[in-house]
């Protein structure tokens, strides 16, 4: 497996070494031993699996208490992922990173505890798994404003973005409830 550093460096997209023949492909998507060989010491405790159609648009979610680290991978389609460091002591407090995560390509994002996360459908349609290192707490549950002003994220739709209730009225980060 091989990690390619993002603008943020806690963030980081991985990609499997594919043993591939005239049968199909075979790839390894977790090892705890190789993650910890690239620095990353997870312990996944729940395993979530969602399908979107175009434009749909996921995020930006996090959990103030119960914070989830997330290992995310497409095995359908493709999307357009992003992670927004709410880390107030980190140098990267308020920057966000996006890069297109795809069936094809299969690589996967590592998005460390602290971090607001989304995605949007650039296919037309797509098949999102993620593993993530705390159970989901509704009562932890928040939302970063995914058109905030402030940060600016250029979503590549190609028409008004589908989007559930919660983000609709999501936090603008000059707000929002952040970690240390």
């Known amino acids: 497996m091989k990690a390619i550093p993002t603008a943020i460096p806690d963030v980081l997209l991985l990609e499997p070494n594919v043993f591939g023949d005239d049968r199909g492909y075979f ?15 997870a312990d996944f405790v729940q395993d979530n699996h969602s399908k979107s159609q175009r434009n749909v648009l996921r995020g930006l979610h996090y959990q103030i208490e119960h914070a989830q680290g997330k290992l995310v991978r497409v095995t359908a389609g493709a999307v357009y992922d992003v992670a927004v460091d709410l880390r107030r002591s980190s140098p990267t407090f308020g920057q966000w990173v996006g890069f ?7 690589r996967m994002a590592w998005i460390p505890p602290g971090f607001a996360h989304g995605f949007c459908v650039t296919s037309e349609s797509a098949e999102f798994l993620y593993k993530t290192t705390d159970y989901w707490s509704p009562a932890h549950d928040r939302t970063l404003l995914w058109n ?5 994220i250029p979503w ?14 999501g936090t ?3 707000q929002a409830e952040t970690f240390a």
């Not at 790839?27 to 010491?41: C, D, M, P, V």
């Not at 297109?100 to 299969?106: F, K, P, Q, V, Y």
């Open 27 to 41: 790839y390894e998507s977790w090892n705890k031993r190789t993650f910890a060989e690239l620095g990353i010491e």
């Open 148 to 152: 905030d002003p402030q940060l600016a």
């Open 172 to 174: 603008p980060l000059a």
């Open 100 to 106: 297109t995560l795809s069936a094809s390509d299969r």
């Open 156 to 169: 590549p739709l190609t028409a008004e973005p589908l989007l559930a209730a919660k983000d609709v009225t």
